[in-house]
Each structure stands twice: as C-alpha cells, then as structure tokens.
C-alpha cells in the first residue's frame, strides 16, 4: 500500500460476468449444485441443551429438523412425515419427548425411528424399521453445528480445510447463543456475502464507524484451500471493547486464564474468517457475530446474525449493549450501500465485473462455486475463468 502498486506475482483477475448475481439460470443451478453440497452452519450445540430440544430450518427450500437424542447425540431429519408427506414438527424450536405429526399423528423416537401408527393394522404388511425419517449429515466442530445434504460428503473438518488450525485460541466446545436476529436485503446473496469478504469499501461506506476503530488499508489476507478466507484488519488502537473486545494477558494470569484467551492478535487488529459458502465469523473475545447470508430469490437474501460468547464470561451489559449497538450501525451502512444493488446489476448496466487485488476473496469465492457445482454445469457465458490462487500455506505445528 505504501508503494502504491500492484503486488509483485500476484494474479489479475479477469473479470466475474455479471450475470452471475442476476440470472435465473444461475440462481437455479446454485439450488441445484451448491446448496446441497456444502456444509451449512445452522447453530450452537448449547441450543439443544436437553433430549428432545429441537429447531427446524429452511434450507435451499428444503424442511429440516435438528433434535438432541435421548443418547446425547445431535441429528438432523427431513422436517417430512414419511406417510403423506406433511411437515413434521412446525415451530421454530421446542422440546418434545418424541416427533409426532399433527395430520395422523405417526411418531417418531429422537433418533428419527417410527415408533407409533394410529391403527396400523390398516396398512398391508407395514414395517415401521423401514419408514423412518430420512437423515442429513450432522457434525460438529466444537459448539458449531453444521448439515449437509450430500450423503458423500467429505467429513466437516476435512471440508474446513486450515480453518480449525486459526481458530486453535477460541474456546469452541464453550460457546453459547446471547442474540439472534435477522433482515432481509433486495440482492442476491453473493452481493451481501462479497460485501463481508473485502475491506475496500470500509472507508467510504463505514468512515464513522468501522474506519474510526481498524486501519482498512493495513490488513493480512490469507486465501483458503475450499473457498475459505481469513482476514487480520490492523486495528487504530488496542481493540478493548464492543466488537474489538478483548481481554488483556496479565502476568498474573494462570496458565487456564491464559488459555481461555484468545492469541494477542485479537487485541491488534480485528479477525475475520469466511467459512465457503455463505459464513463470516468476525471473531473476538467476549462476544462477536457469525452472520448467515441465505438466498430467499435471485434478488432477495436473508441475512442472520447470532451473537455468540464464551460460557465462561462473564456478563457485562454495557459491553454487550455497544457491542451490539456498533454493529446495528455498521450492518445499517452496509445495507443502504447495497439497496438498489439487484436492479441496477440487472437491466443491462454493467456485463461484467472487474475485482482489485484486495477483493482477492470474491474471486476465490466465485471460482469455488464453479468447482463445487461442476464446471461442465455451468454455461461458459456464466462461468469464471480458472485462476491458480495463491492460497495460504499452513505451517505445521512444532
């Protein structure tokens, strides 16, 4: 940045076709290829704290349901009665000893068995221990809970690539939900995703808030194997509270309260990660955010926010209320920057899209998805052009 030049042997990136974010045809193929390939995050272990507490999700319109079993394990289902095909369990959330349907009443054990048919001798040699519900992959990493509807999945940490080795300092296993909220946007869900994974914009459209407390122009960038990024943003001062929160490492400190905290990177710049395809977890101490971008339409997205905190900290309600405060202000900006983005993208103003440097992981995000969805899926007007990324090269532990 001081030299004002391009990077030395860093690749120019041609141009994404802009179509990518306004057609129908690629809107479709996404639902097709993408969605039910990735590993999704939909939560906190902590969520489903007891047998029988459940949540149901939308995902790429599909009904799911993940309940605790009464072994302690977690599971995911189609939300889908395996009779008519009504929608199984119908709240957000709750507790139940068992998943019953409202429309004949089959019910089914935790662990997605049909355990009760009302008069079941109505059915021609029924065999409950082959109607039971159909399951989705579900794994963790720590508190994290993720699905993916590909039975040939890779497994969850194999798909993180190098993202468990930076996040080595967060108490994963003792995380728990304090808030969640969510808004919709008039955009495709990339435009908002793409909005999370660069810091160009954080000058001009944050010049009041975010640009007051981290240095845009002073950043580590680090592109991921699997379509991962990890971002270090250089902070103006000591980050010591609301997203920058971090607690100091007193000399005083025992070796568990060291532990307990996060690296010393966290108080010098502000850390961001984008989890492939649609997760930001812009990390700290105490509390930070991990934000969900979900495709509703080609030109409508949901964005959901769950802040998260240590079990083992302790509550400070100022702290969380501007905690809380500077990102509603912040996300504010970011959304009135992208309103109107989807009509202007689509009525023939810009074909295609040119990305600087510092916008490295939009191109690695877009370039994943071809590879996730399969480039002989994807129409050559529509696709990216293969570029061999520099990506991060991971040392291994002493």
Known sequence: MRERRFPENFPAFPDIPAARYTSEEFFDLEKKFLWPRTWLFVGLAS?????????????????????????????????????????????????????????????????????????????????????????????????LVFVNFDTAAVPLLEYLADIPALWADLPLD???LHKRFSFEVDCNWKCVQDNFAENYHAKYVHENTIDKVIDSKTSALQMIRGGHSAIVIKSRG???????????????????????????????????????????????????PIVMVWPISVGRSRVEVSFVKTGASETNEQLDNDTLTFFEAFIGEDLEALAGMHQALSHGGIDSI?????????????????????????????????????????????
């Open 238 to 288: 000591e980050l010591t509270s609301g997203m920058g929160a971090a607690f100091f490492k007193s000399e005083t400190d025992s070796e568990e309260q060291r532990a307990a905290k996060l690296a010393e990177i966290s108080r010098s710049g502000q850390r961001s990660y984008n989890v492939f395809p649609n997760a930001t977890f812009p990390l700290a101490e105490y509390l930070f």
């Open 47 to 143: 969520e489903f704290a007891e047998p029988g507490t459940y949540r149901t999700y939308m995902l790429n319109e599909s009904p799911v349901v993940v309940v605790r079993g009464k072994d302690e394990v977690l599971r995911a289902f189609h939300n889908t009665c395996q009779h008519r095909g009504s929608m199984l369990m119908k709240q957000p959330e709750g507790k139940e000893r068992a998943l019953r349907c409202a429309y004949h009443c089959w019910t089914y054990d935790l662990d997605g068995k049909l355990l009760f048919v009302p008069d079941e001798h109505y059915f021609a040699g029924m065999d409950k221990s082959e109607r039971g519900l159909k399951p989705i992959r579900c794994e963790q990493l720590g508190s």
């Open 354 to 398: 040119p990305l600087c440097w510092s916008e490295q992981f939009l191109y690695h995000h877009e370039q994943e998805i071809d590879v996730v969805m399969g480039r002989e899926n994807v129409p050559d007007a529509l696709a990216v052009v293969p570029v061999d990324l520099p990506y991060a090269q991971m040392e291994e532990p002493a």
């Open 174 to 176: 003792d995380l728990r």
